[in-house]
């Protein structure tokens, strides 16, 4: 094998002779390779805040559950003994099940928080339903009664019996066992007792118990993160047991404890440990293990049937670890797509800026072909020069990204740097052989035509190459969708890396190179029409700049590199508009209205009267009152469903609708007086447990029989939750159902400012606080980040496309101007002809290409799934940002307007000599 020989001093002097353009490919391969390097890295570290907002937020979603049964404290010669060591017990199963967890999953969590809590209990006195539970918590700090809270009356629960009798035996069936507990100061002020009084209190089979208020609390920090196993504790809580309940709660301490267990049978009183999450410790590297870990240890658990004291596991941390993945992979996807459109642009700017380079190097080339030099000689020399430049430039690239990112991804890196290595001395070696060889032209014009065929040939399999290649990403990703599918038919998505997801990843590129090579072919047909328009008017400047562009529409490289730039910065302005749409439209959902006031039932807000004065304020279109309750108990003919039960005036909420984007609600309509199936709802299912038509009964508080329902019509969207059932409130008061507002939907202009002042007890969530916060969010925000940089640097090389290909042909271009100038042509119309030769490849470039971006958005916008990043239902509708992609169509033409007259200003100066001189360039 003979190893080519190279000439270094021809390379040093290659490159100093042309080191602008080599500059200017050592740059573009710099923010390329920053941008594609950078990107991957940047995904990772917002993929961990991902995770860790989610562990955040899960509340308690997020906790890991172990249950265990009592030890039957049945005594030998009948009853039951008082266990006086009963939270030493608790203490035990805290810690036996600490033990039980995997280290690394016990490494992601807090430290445990053991729960007590008997059944619910009715309150008995007063008119409005209200329910009562006793709960005991402790942790590694020791109880709530004694660690977590201050005693501003009273003394904490004491034993009912002394010390020499703590470990009596109770007979079964004997009058109710009194226990002390502790009472918070707002529960105590809601119920209207002290310390030393009793609340009457019964269960469900209407047992009384026997219940004394020992002392009143308040909880030295309300917000520690313990209390949200027991909101009850510190204040009522509303619809925690059904519509129009409150529940108030009293804390046990481990003195009263035992006498709490007597007090029950033996399996009412429920105990667990509750494992918070450690959003610091998750990312999503640990996220996968712990995710298995999770789904191994709820399949080993002790069934729940099981009569022992074995430890049942439960959570959903591994569902929302799960759901959280599947957003970061829709992420990854969706960047590796718009990291594949900034690359398609890159590689079509590079192979102009190394072909531009090959026809400035044609005449040195062939004479260092005429001197001896082979082919594969001079292929090895610009190969040197070429990447020498390119893996310098690669390597400054990753630097910066190393220096703007945790880590570095070189992998994307590589294509941009192949492209400028490898295009250089390709174009450089054809254009030499081209120079250089010696085959004459055929004189049977037979042949001749045979040849050009073939040429037209060679250049229509390229282009049928990328239709197929176009077409098969498009069906692969329509067919596929984006995201990864699971291993095996796993229900676990961990696996961001997806080979098979290379094609689909590459549609909107391969379909913008596939779209400006169709509206290529339309090019040379459009100047020639214009030429013969041209040639029929009065207008001479009109024909010369014809004529020029007729001429150079042939040459396919430049405007090919303006025309995708163009339509993927459109694309990727689409994408992040959609986005940025489907985010619009979630708050919007969430919130129901520009602001919702929600009432806090201890504070007993006139909410009717606040809606009142807030509809009064200037710029305030609707406020409506509603009674919304979560987790309502409601019937159906087969199953029991817990959907959000909405009471509101139902022309009031539809007007209110009509002020909104949401959707209207025409079946709103139907909902007044009970009929004689009963009182007509609204009902909406994620699943279909609810559908119209069907027979509902809403149970009430005590003895009271159900209120029928009929479900008359789909309800509209209410909140972020999938089951809704809407009723109109004058028929459900009628019904005997009494209606205690608790939120106030509020729209208009001048929302914020009449919430703005607040009202004590009431929470206002402005819908543009709910948008600014998802805006935020790690997967969105670097999603928005990245399509608008996409955007940014595909339009920079789309114009650096045009600066090429005006450079390419501006030799030819000006000195034919010139020899015109010389016939009288003035220097100003010399321009016009130099802008009527170069818009028309910008022309379609700035209208054809965007919109071709704008059709690929609407064909890939559904397989993208941005519905999985922004939190949507379903797909959000496609925004086309005009906003953004006029002033990308006006660069464009703009563009003309600035290199016209430099190159005008460039070439001003050459002698006329030079100007007929045979072969000047």
């Known amino acids: 094998m003979i190893r080519p020989a190279l000439h270094r001093p021809s390379v040093r002097g290659r490159a100093r002779a042309d080191a602008g353009p080599l500059l200017l490919v050592a740059a573009v391969v710099a923010v390329v390779t920053l941008l594609a390097g950078a990107a991957p890295p940047l995904l990772r570290a917002t993929a961990d805040d991902a995770v860790r907002d989610a562990a955040r937020t899960a509340g308690r979603d997020g906790d890991v559950l172990a249950h265990a049964r009592w030890e039957y404290d049945d005594a030998p010669d009948g009853g039951r003994i008082r266990a006086p060591r009963l939270a030493e017990d608790v203490d035990d199963f805290r810690e036996r099940a600490t033990e039980a967890l995997d280290p690394g999953l016990r490494a992601v969590l807090r430290p445990p928080v053991a729960v007590v809590t008997s059944p619910t209990l009715k309150v008995t006195e007063g008119t409005a339903p209200r329910t009562f539970r006793l709960a005991y918590l402790v942790d590694g700090r020791g109880p709530h009664s004694q660690t977590r809270v201050t005693w501003v009356a009273g003394s904490p629960p004491a034993p009912s019996v002394p010390p020499e009798r703590e470990s009596l035996t109770v007979p079964y069936g004997g009058p109710p066992w009194p226990v002390q507990i502790g009472l918070s100061e707002v529960d105590a002020a809601e119920l209207g007792v002290r310390p030393g009084d009793r609340i009457p209190l019964v269960d469900e089979f209407r047992r009384a118990k026997d219940v004394q208020v ?25 619809g925690a047991d059904g519509v129009g309940t409150t529940r108030l709660g009293g804390l046990l301490s481990p003195g009263s404890l035992p006498d709490a267990r007597l007090a029950f049978d033996q399996d009412e009183l429920d105990r667990a440990v509750r494992f918070s999450p450690e959003p610091g410790a998750l990312d999503s590297g640990t996220a996968e293990a712990v995710t298995g870990t999770l789904v191994t240890l709820k399949a080993t658990s002790g069934a729940s049937s099981v009569q022992d004291t074995s430890l049942k596991w439960e959570t959903q941390l591994d569902l929302v670890l799960r759901e959280v993945q599947t957003r970061v992979n829709a992420a990854s996807a969706q960047a590796s797509v718009l990291l594949a459109a900034v690359l398609t642009g890159a590689v079509l700017v590079l192979l102009l800026a190394a072909d531009l380079l090959a026809r400035r190097r044609t005449q040195p080339l062939a004479a260092a072909r005429q001197r001896g030099t082979g082919l594969p000689d001079l292929a090895a020399e610009l190969l040197v020069e070429s990447a020498a430049v390119a893996l310098v430039a690669a390597g400054v690239g990753l630097a910066l990204a190393r220096l703007v990112a945790p880590g570095v991804s070189w992998w994307w890196a590589v294509p941009v740097a192949l492209a400028a290595a490898a295009a250089g001395p390709g174009f450089g070696t054809l254009h030499a052989a081209r120079a250089t060889r010696d085959r004459r032209a055929p004189a049977n014009r037979a042949a001749r035509r045979w040849l050009a065929q073939t040429r037209q ?41 997806d080979g098979e997801a290379a094609l689909p990843s590459s549609a909107p590129a391969l379909g913008a190179v596939a779209g400006a090579l169709a509206l290529l072919r339309l090019l040379p047909a459009g100047t020639r029409a214009a030429l013969r328009w041209a040639l029929r008017s009065r207008r001479p400047l009109a024909a010369f700049g014809a004529a020029r562009a007729a001429a150079t529409a042939s040459h396919a490289l430049p405007p090919l590199a303006m025309v995708a730039a163009a339509a993927l910065a459109a694309f990727a302005l689409t994408l992040g508009a959609t986005a940025d749409r489907g985010l619009a439209d979630g708050a919007w959902r969430t919130v ?8 806090n039932p201890a504070a007993g807000v006139d909410m ?10 200037p710029g305030v279109r609707q406020a409506v009152a509603a009674q919304v309750v979560d987790g309502a108990r409601v019937t159906t003919e087969s199953a029991l469903v817990t959907p959000r039960l909405v009471v509101v005036d139902a022309a009031a909420f539809r007007r209110l609708l009509a002020t909104t984007p949401l959707p209207d609600a025409p079946d709103l309509a139907r909902l007044g007086p009970a009929g004689p199936g009963g009182v007509p709802a609204l009902v909406r299912s994620g699943d279909g447990s609810l559908r119209p038509g069907m027979r509902l009964r809403l149970p009430r508080d005590g003895d009271a029989e159900a209120v029928p329902l009929t479900a008359v019509g789909t309800a509209p969207a209410v909140g972020g939750t999938g089951d ?35 009202t004590d007890g009431v929470d206002t969530v402005l819908r543009a606080g709910v948008l600014h916060e998802r805006r935020g969010a790690p997967l969105t925000a670097g999603l928005l980040r990245l399509a608008w940089t996409s955007a940014a640097v595909l339009l920079a090389l789309g114009l650096l496309g045009l600066a090429l290909g005006a ?25 016009w002809v130099a802008a009527g030769e170069l818009l028309p490849p910008v022309a379609v470039a700035a209208i054809g290409g965007p919109l071709l971006g704008v059709l690929l958005a609407y064909l890939t916008a559904g397989p993208l799934a941005l519905r999985v990043v922004v939190g949507a239902e379903g797909d959000p509708p496609v925004a086309v940002p005009w906003w953004g ?26 002698r006329l000599g030079e100007v007929l001189r045979a072969g000047a360039g």
């Not at 390229?462 to 291993?487: D, N, S, T, Y």
């Not at 030819?812 to 321009?831: D, N």
Request: charged share 20%.
């Open 724 to 758: 809704v059932v809407v009723v109109d409130a004058a028929a459900l008061t009628a019904a005997g159902v009494p209606v205690v507002p608790n939120t106030v939907w509020v729209t208009g202009p001048g929302t914020a400012r009449a919430v703005a002042a607040g």
């Open 592 to 599: 129901g209205a520009d602001a919702r006031l929600d009432a």
């Open 885 to 910: 992609i006029a002033p990308l169509a006006a660069a464009f033409l703009a563009a003309v307007a600035v290199v016209v007259p430099v190159e005008a200003a460039v070439r001003r100066r050459r």
């Open 457 to 497: 040939l060679r250049g229509a399999a390229v282009e049928v190459a990328v239709l197929v290649a176009a077409a098969a990403a498009l069906v692969a990703l329509h067919q596929r969708g984006i995201l990864p599918a699971p291993a095996g038919g796993a229900a676990g998505p961990w696996s961001t890396s």
């Open 807 to 831: 450079a390419e042909g501006a030799p030819e271009r000006w000195q034919t101007l010139s020899r015109l100038r010389t016939l009288g042509l003035r220097l100003r119309e010399a321009r």
């Open 214 to 238: 020992s002392g009143v609390f308040r909880a030295e920090d309300s917000g520690d993160p313990t209390w949200r196993l027991a909101p009850w504790l510190l204040r009522p809580v509303a």
């Open 608 to 617: 009717r009267a606040l809606a009142g004065r807030v509809a009064a304020s």
